[in-house]
């Protein structure tokens, strides 16, 4: 049985821009970030408040989260890696604080410079400090899958990341394909595990479309009861620290399967095609959403 509504995230302007070599300028994210904001998107992660040598495309994260024009009905969140980000982001303004670490020992290390174990500690204060402040705070678990380094994951190690996160306090969990090469059957032997531990509506599926398999990957997610899902426009995005990773699936993709499916997003999907093409014009390049090159004949 299908749902009767689904939610997603538009993670477009973090972990879509935070791969592109294209530098945009910061009015021109802001610009477009207003525009998601008017598309009956409920959910937006506008930006990181990360190391800027790591990810120079977000560099701007402070001035575009001062400058953005809020849109009361979105919840804007933005990717908060230690205390000095969760500052950053208190100052520009999040409704949201996302934490991020990895299930593979190589990718946490890769991307965040720690180990599992060191991450705790740093992710306990800061979770901590965003709850105090009255903060929504989502926790990302990468490779839930496959991990560039390590191979296959055994669903037994997200579970251990996941279990902590939770006792810290997080809200949610968003459990990512980072490299985008999981297929269905893989979804279902993680969802069989989870969904047993967790409640459903705490999950939310972060997929990658490096192979072509996020939208039978979503469906599958869906007919287990999932129901929140990140995307990002035009199918932008990839992780600049796992090798091989491409964009997130498309939010046109995923609106033109879930409106055809019956099933409701609040999203306008010629809002959606307008702020794709904005943003495809900034970056000079052709995104790889199916659906928006469909329209845009
Ligand atoms: P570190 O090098 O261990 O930290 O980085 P550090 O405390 O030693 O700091 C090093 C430098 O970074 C210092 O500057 C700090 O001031 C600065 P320097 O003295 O060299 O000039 N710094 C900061 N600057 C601004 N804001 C901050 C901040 N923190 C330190 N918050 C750290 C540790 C975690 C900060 C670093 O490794 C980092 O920034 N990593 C981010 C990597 C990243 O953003 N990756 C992509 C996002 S994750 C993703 O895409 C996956 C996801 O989409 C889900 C999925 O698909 O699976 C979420
Ligand atoms: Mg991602």
């Known amino acids: 049985k299908l749902p009767g509504s689904v939610r997603i995230k538009e993670v477009g302007p973090r972990d879509g821009l935070q791969n592109e070599k294209t530098w945009v300028p910061t009015e021109s994210k802001i610009a477009w970030i207003n525009m998601l904001s008017n598309t009956g998107i409920k959910e937006i992660e506008y930006s990181s408040f990360v190391n800027p040598k790591m990810i120079p495309a977000l560099s701007d994260a402070r001035e575009v989260g001062k400058q953005i024009k809020r849109n009361p009905q979105v919840t804007y969140s933005a990717l908060v890696p230690n205390q000095k980000g969760l500052e950053y982001a208190l100052e520009a303004g999040v409704d949201g604080a996302s934490v991020f670490m990895s299930a593979s020992e190589t990718h946490n290390r890769k991307n965040i410079n720690k180990s599992i174990n060191e991450t705790f500690p740093v992710l306990k204060g800061v979770i901590e400090d965003a709850k105090n402040e009255g903060k929504y705070v989502t926790g990302y678990v ?156």
């Open 142 to 297: 990468s490779t839930v899958f496959d991990c560039p380094y390590e191979g296959r994951m055994d669903p037994e190690k997200v579970i251990t990341v996941c279990d902590r996160l939770l006792e810290l306090g997080v809200d949610d969990l968003s459990l990512g394909d980072t490299i985008g090469s999981a297929v269905p059957s893989q979804v279902e032997n993680l969802l069989d595990v989870i969904l047993k531990r967790y409640p459903q509506e705490k999950i939310i599926m972060h997929f990658h479309d490096t192979r072509g398999m996020a939208i039978a990957n979503i469906l599958t997610s869906i007919q287990y009861g999932i129901t929140r899902f990140d995307s990002s426009i035009g199918g932008l995005g990839g992780c600049p620290y796992a090798p091989g990773a491409a964009g997130n699936v498309a939010t046109n993709d995923v609106l033109y399967l879930l409106h055809g499916l019956g099933i409701e997003t609040g999203i306008d999907e010629k809002n959606i095609q307008e702020a794709s093409l904005y943003i495809q014009s900034k970056l000079g390049k052709v995104l790889p959403s199916r659906s928006l090159l469909a329209n845009a004949q």
